[in-house]
Every structure is written in structure tokens, then in C-alpha cells.
């Protein structure tokens, strides 16, 4: 038991990049992380880490020794996995990370009745607008409004999604529907900024992407204002069909410039690559697609 204690000790301190990272993810003391490395390192002989109180650096045989540590883990979690499988329920806790906007919308009302349905799971929901990092942070599932690049992830697209520019009847009225991308400069544009800086609105124009930056009187880093701002008819926004979709099928808003609108943005959920997933995963992100894939779920 100790031995195996100080291979995970060690492969996760290399994954965190910290003793002290290691130590809060377990509820322990930083000193006991390190005692654990120096135990490994006596009973092998070698020395694994070079640690100074900034930085960690593997040595050469400690690399190799991650290599062999991290397969053999890997092996351990698989045959554990494997058994999980074979029964008949999902068990265990989920780690779940969200955009915050669409997490509060449409992940956190599902958790109810999937919980319901799988009793034996608990959930812990982590809403950040951040990129976590899946592996690093042991997040058990990621959702992502994006295109996928990470190829060390295992992704399960969950619904389509795109962006629209959308605005009130009565803003589109008082200062006429847009035609073109040049006609975007005429308008209040309700764009979102990130630590100062405008994001700008991406379209297709000519059948090649391009980023506009947009010009209007107020910007924020939340999304959820900005839609706010659009119903109140304060401008034209650029918003995700998962926020404005049933506000569009109702008429509080409507689309424009919708023949230069960018393909992407699909909604996908994320998970470190597995040979053998646990059930409680597959089961959280099949739960998903089949609500996602309700025809009455987005107009709710």
C-alpha cells in the first residue's frame, strides 16, 4: 500500500506541477507529499525530482520512471473500470466543468433529474468561463462551446450551436435591419470585452472567416448582460443559439445577417482519453445528448 501510495504521490505531483498542488488535492500537508518522494527515492536509489521551492524538474531516470509509473496507473484504473462496467448501475463522484452562462442554463437544472435516475452518483459542478485544464485540474467530464484541438482529450459532440446576431423588433425598426458587415458600423453593437479587450463578432464572408471589431457604447465580459442589454433593445449582440434560441422562436428577438453566419461553436463535452470509461461518465454525457437532442428542449 505504501508503495503504490508513493507512485501516485509522484505521478501527480508531476501532473500538478507542485508539491503544494498535490497536498490540497488530497487535504494533507505539503510536507507529508514529501515525505512520500523521499521514501520513493531512498527505496529506489535514484533521484526522480529536482525540487527548489520554485520549480520541479524531472531527471533523466525520473522520466522514464513517470513513463513506466503512469502506464501502469493507467492499467490499474482500466481494470477498475472494467469491474465498475460489468455492474448494473453508475457509481462514484463526478467533477463538471461548465461555461458559466450555459452551465446555469443548461447544465445545472439537468443534474436533478439525472441524479434521480442515478443514485449512486454525486456531482460537484464547477461553472468558469476559464479553460480548466482536464487533466491537470481531474475534471471527470469538460463542457466546451468550441472546436476541439486538445488531441490528448476525447471529445462527444452534444448538440449543434452557432452564433447570430440578433436585436429587438422595436432596435431593428427605429435603425433598420443590416444588410451587409459594413452595415454593422451604423448600429450600437453590444460586444464582449475580456480584460479590456473586444473579443470581436467572427463571420463567413465570401466563404472565408472573418473578425470584426465592433463598435457601440458598452461592452462587458459577462454574456449574460450583454443578452439582457439586447432584450431591453439597447443594441444588436452576437450570441450563441442556446441563449437566444427561445427568445427568437417567441419574436423578443430576431436574427440578421444570417447568410454570414461562421459554422462551429457546436457544444461538446471533454474528457481525458480511456480505454475503459467509467460508466458514470458515459451515462453523464448520453444523459446530455438525449436532452439536448429533445426537438422541444431549445424553445423551452
Known amino acids: 500500500m505504501d508503495k503504490f501510495r508513493q507512485i501516485s504521490t509522484f505521478v501527480d505531483v508531476v501532473a500538478r506541477g507542485s508539491l503544494s498542488a498535490a497536498?490540497?488535492?488530497?487535504?494533507?500537508?505539503?510536507?507529508?507529499?514529501?515525505?512520500?518522494?523521499?521514501?520513493?527515492?531512498?527505496?529506489?536509489?535514484?533521484?526522480?525530482?529536482?525540487?527548489?521551492?520554485?520549480?520541479?524538474?524531472?531527471?533523466?531516470?525520473g522520466a522514464a520512471f513517470l513513463e513506466d509509473c503512469q502506464r501502469i496507473l493507467a492499467e490499474l484504473e482500466e481494470a477498475e473500470s472494467a469491474a465498475s462496467e460489468r455492474s448494473a448501475h453508475a457509481s462514484g463522484h463526478l467533477l463538471v466543468s461548465a461555461p458559466?452562462?450555459?452551465?446555469?442554463?443548461?447544465?445545472?437544472?439537468?443534474?436533478?433529474?439525472?441524479?434521480?435516475?442515478?443514485?449512486?452518483?454525486?456531482?460537484?459542478?464547477n461553472l468558469?468561463?476559464?479553460?480548466?485544464?482536464?487533466?491537470?485540474?481531474?475534471?471527470d467530464v469538460a463542457i466546451r462551446i468550441a472546436s476541439l484541438?486538445?488531441?490528448?482529450?476525447?471529445?462527444?459532440?452534444?448538440?449543434?450551436?452557432?452564433?447570430?446576431?440578433?436585436?429587438?423588433?422595436?432596435?431593428?425598426?427605429?435603425?433598420?435591419?443590416p444588410r451587409t458587415l459594413a452595415d454593422l458600423a451604423k448600429h450600437n453593437c453590444l460586444a464582449i470585452s475580456s480584460q479590456g479587450s473586444q473579443r470581436g463578432w467572427t463571420f463567413l464572408d465570401r466563404g472565408k472567416p472573418v473578425t470584426l471589431k465592433v463598435g457601440g457604447n458598452m461592452q462587458c465580459?459577462?454574456?449574460?448582460?450583454?443578452?439582457?442589454?439586447?432584450?431591453?433593445?439597447?443594441?444588436?449582440?452576437?450570441?450563441?443559439?442556446?441563449?437566444?434560441?427561445?427568445?427568437?422562436?417567441?419574436?423578443?428577438?430576431?436574427?440578421?445577417?444570417?447568410?454570414?453566419?461562421a459554422p462551429g461553436n457546436d457544444i461538446h463535452a471533454v474528457f481525458a482519453q480511456r480505454q475503459h470509461l467509467p460508466l458514470r461518465i458515459r451515462a453523464?454525457?448520453?444523459?446530455?445528448?438525449?436532452?439536448?437532442?429533445?426537438?422541444?428542449?431549445?424553445?423551452?
Request: glycine letters at 10%; proline letters at 3%.
Open 149 to 177: 484541438s486538445d488531441s490528448n482529450l476525447v471529445g462527444a459532440k452534444l448538440a449543434d450551436n452557432h452564433r447570430v446576431v440578433v436585436g429587438t423588433p422595436a432596435y431593428l425598426k427605429r435603425h433598420g435591419r
Open 284 to 300: 453523464f454525457v448520453d444523459f446530455l445528448r438525449h436532452s439536448y437532442a429533445q426537438p422541444s428542449y431549445w424553445r423551452i
Open 221 to 261: 465580459n459577462d454574456g449574460a448582460v450583454l443578452h439582457a442589454w439586447a432584450l431591453a433593445g439597447k443594441g444588436l449582440a452576437w450570441r450563441s443559439m442556446w441563449e437566444v434560441g427561445a427568445q427568437i422562436a417567441s419574436g423578443e428577438l430576431c436574427t440578421v445577417l444570417d447568410e454570414f453566419a
Open 100 to 125: 458559466a452562462g450555459f452551465g446555469r442554463q443548461h447544465v445545472a437544472p439537468l443534474l436533478p433529474s439525472f441524479l434521480a435516475e442515478h443514485r449512486e452518483v454525486t456531482v460537484n459542478l
Open 128 to 139: 468558469t468561463d476559464r479553460l480548466v485544464d482536464v487533466v491537470g485540474e481531474g475534471v
Open 23 to 61: 497536498a490540497r488535492a488530497e487535504g494533507i500537508a505539503p510536507s507529508m507529499i514529501g515525505r512520500r518522494l523521499d521514501a520513493l527515492e531512498a527505496r529506489l536509489g535514484v533521484k526522480l525530482l529536482q525540487r527548489t521551492t520554485r520549480r520541479l524538474a524531472l531527471t533523466d531516470e
